[in-house]
């Protein structure tokens, strides 16, 4: 998984909570995808990719197909 993959999911969940409050869509869009990139930004590229390629490298990380 990602470092603090509950920052991310924080960001979804509040996207998804304004747009049922009717806001716009793509206003929706680019506030997530700019607080994504933020925190990726402060946790660092080289990291979040490193954790990744970790946990993806481990048996079962993904379900077999």
Known sequence: SIIQSDVYGEAFRQGISRLWAGEDPQTILND???????????????????????????PNAYPDM
């Open 32 to 58: 997530v995808a700019a607080a994504w990139d933020a925190t990726t930004d402060r946790i660092g590229t080289d990291k979040q990719k490193a954790a990744y390629a970790d946990w993806a490298s481990k």
